[in-house]
């Protein structure tokens, strides 16, 4: 068996959205260090343009600004994908909102803004993106990876009910998506982050000291955890792996 190339993504071609900072960024240059070319998406166009300045260190990555919360807006971001590439091997949805209030509070913004963004718009643009997925799925599988949450599988004492729901609603979307789509030869699966350091875990990135006491593994996730479950899952090695989601948690969901 010769495993040196299991993990390689050369001659990939990568879709991240969300990948402008904290966990999408972390995969974005996870995949270029392995070899795949990289198309990062976010809202905020400068930050995104940076991001893919940056990121250009490690290998051939674009900004392609767009907000996907929208059918609209996610059909806007296939159509700025297809000027670069005609077909596409990987998928990571990862742009994801949360919101937290009271429970008699809670609003209905509060609710749509983040189940729209994290359960319809994988669904969506996956739908949207299958006909290139479909063409890349030659000699290798093509992939769909989406970032769901720990909190999706346990319960966060926060008062995040949306968020949530969105999550654990994304973990089941992943089952179902994965046994359709295995007959296109694209295989969907998820990852399940705990604390990772970014805008909206700022407890992991401000308090990382205080928030590592309530890990087993004794500290937060870094961008080689999240990059290492990433590239897994996005290249050969990660095949077989079928509507599942992997947890990246430092043992945190054992242990609540
Ligand atoms: N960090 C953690 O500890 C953790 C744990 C579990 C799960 N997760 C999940 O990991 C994913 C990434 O989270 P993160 O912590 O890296 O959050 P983050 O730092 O807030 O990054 C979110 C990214 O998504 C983009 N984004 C937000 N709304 C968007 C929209 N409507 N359209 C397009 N892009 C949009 C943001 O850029 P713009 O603002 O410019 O649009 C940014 O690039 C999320 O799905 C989150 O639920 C994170």
Redesign the pocket.
């Known amino acids: 068996m010769d495993t040196t190339q299991l993990f390689s993504l050369k001659g990939r071609t990568a879709l991240i ?10 995969i974005a240059e996870g995949f270029l260090a392995q070899g795949a070319r990289v198309y ?6 400068a ?2 343009d940076q ?1 893919a300045k940056e990121l250009s260190a490690f290998g051939h990555c674009v900004s392609l ?5 929208t059918v609209e ?1 996610a059909q806007g ?1 296939v159509d700025a994908y297809a000027k670069h590439e005609g077909s596409l091997d990987i998928l990571v ?6 919101w937290g209030a009271p429970y008699a509070e809670f609003p209905e913004s509060g609710w749509d803004k983040v189940v729209d ?2 359960l319809k ?1 994988p669904f969506f643009l996956t739908q949207a993106l299958t006909p290139m997925l479909k063409k890349a799925a030659t000699d290798h599988l093509s992939k769909v990876i989406n ?5 999706g599988i346990s319960v966060n004492p926060q008062e995040t009910y949306s ?1 949530a729901a969105s ?1 654990a609603g994304l973990i089941q979307l992943t089952r179902r998506m994965a046994l359709r789509l295995a007959q296109e030869r694209i295989v969907v699966s998820a990852i ?10 700022k407890d ?1 990135r401000d308090h990382g000291d205080e928030v590592k006491g309530r890990i087993p593994a004794g500290r ?2 870094t961008p080689e955890d999240m990059a290492g479950a990433a590239i897994y899952l996005a290249s050969r090695a990660g095949d077989y792996v079928m509507g599942s989601t992997l947890i990246v948690d430092g043992g945190v969901t054992h242990a609540r």
Do not use: E, Q
């Open positions: 959205t969300g990948g402008s900072r904290g966990i999408g960024r972390m990062i998406s976010a809202r905020k166009a930050a995104c991001t600004p767009a907000d996907v919360s807006g971001l949805n990862n742009a994801g909102a949360a963004l994290n718009t970032i769901a949450s720990i909190d968020y999550k399940a982050p705990g604390a990772f350091a970014s805008d909206m875990n992991a937060i996730g």
